[in-house]
């Protein structure tokens, strides 16, 4: 079956710009969440979506935010770019996080100029 | 703030040689999660351990979630080049919480 699918697969911005990644998720899976990857923090939440409502937020600020379509698909945004936003954003997908954990998609390198 | 710190962050090894990776925390969690990350990728989830004292095997891959639920282990017996990857520990601090805390990961090289 299909995995996590992200797109684009790499994206250059420049500082002040916004930006737009796209997530599908597994087939069948309602909860949709993001991550950013920086070599210097590691994997932090962003934020999770649950049948298109927001369940769970990380510490991250309003200049990043997201939703989730009624397909389960999810979009993220980021508004106002800044050099510091530059990582991989990685989209992860669950059934039932007790028993089977998240899918990760293959992530959307992110550059800003 | 939870924090999970994970040891040594990096690592390289000779093949057929064994090896550990902890991943330590002050908090409790209700579970957690070993990934493998290769570069260019997304983690790939490796195994889930719930249950305090739990021990879980893969192969070669022995993972152990302590008693209190605030540790765990990564024991690869006879190393192999093909384990060469990132390993990240991940921590989930309530059931049905889809909120992991990662761990800073561990670079593992194994050498042919």
């Known amino acids: 079956k299909a995995g996590v699918t992200q797109t684009p697969r790499y994206l250059i911005k420049t500082r002040g710009q916004q930006v737009t990644l796209s997530c599908s998720p597994i087939s069948g899976h309602r909860s949709v969440s993001w991550y950013q990857q920086t070599p210097g923090q590691g994997l932090q939440f962003l934020f999770e979506?649950?049948?298109?409502?927001?369940?769970n937020k990380g510490n991250f600020p309003g200049r990043f935010s997201g939703r989730q379509f009624s397909n389960s698909r999810s979009e993220m945004n980021v508004s106002t770019l800044e050099l510091g936003d530059s990582a991989l954003y990685l989209c992860?997908?669950?059934?039932?996080?007790?028993?089977?954990?998240?899918?990760f998609g293959s992530g959307t390198r992110l550059t800003v100029v | 703030t939870q924090l999970l710190e994970q040891s040594p962050q990096f690592l390289s090894i000779q093949e057929g040689e064994n090896l550990t990776v902890y991943c330590n925390s002050s908090?409790?969690?209700?579970?957690l999660q070993w990934y493998r990350q290769e570069p260019g990728e997304g983690p790939v989830l490796l195994v889930t351990?719930?249950?305090?004292?739990e021990v879980k095997k893969l192969k070669r891959l022995t993972f152990q979630f302590g008693d209190a639920r605030k540790d765990s282990s990564l024991h690869i017996t006879a190393a192999q080049p093909g384990d060469t990857g990132l390993y990240l520990c991940?921590?989930?601090?309530?059931?049905?919480?889809?909120?992991?805390?990662f761990g800073q990961g561990t670079r593992l090289t194994i050498n042919p």
């Open positions: 991940a921590g989930a601090d309530n059931e049905g919480a889809q909120k992991l805390v």
């Open positions: 992860a997908s669950s059934l039932s996080w007790a028993d089977y954990g998240y899918t």
């Open positions: 351990v719930v249950t305090g004292g």
């Open positions: 908090s409790v969690f209700s579970s």
């Open positions: 979506y649950f049948s298109e409502t927001q369940r």
